[in-house]
């Protein structure tokens, strides 16, 4: 797995459609699994701080926007 700052937030979902697509295959041992869900979460998190991120960026831009229409 990429480094997860390389990674952006389509690659991030890819990989981790891919993780759980092995994952729901029931092909893979305990202690493979449990590396799959390992990945797995660290790449949800990836994917949830960037939609944070962009959630923020757009509450800063809607806010602006407001503040343009007042004057």
């Known amino acids: 797995m990429e ?15 891919a993780v759980l697509g092995e994952m729901e295959s029931g092909e893979h041992s305990l202690e493979e699994t449990f590396t799959l869900y390992e990945q797995g979460l660290k790449l949800a998190r990836r994917c949830q701080e960037a939609v944070d991120t962009i959630e923020k960026k757009l509450i800063i831009l809607e806010t602006k926007e407001g503040d343009g229409d007042a004057h």
């Open 3 to 17: 480094d997860k700052k390389a990674l952006s937030l389509e690659e991030a979902f890819e990989q981790l459609d």
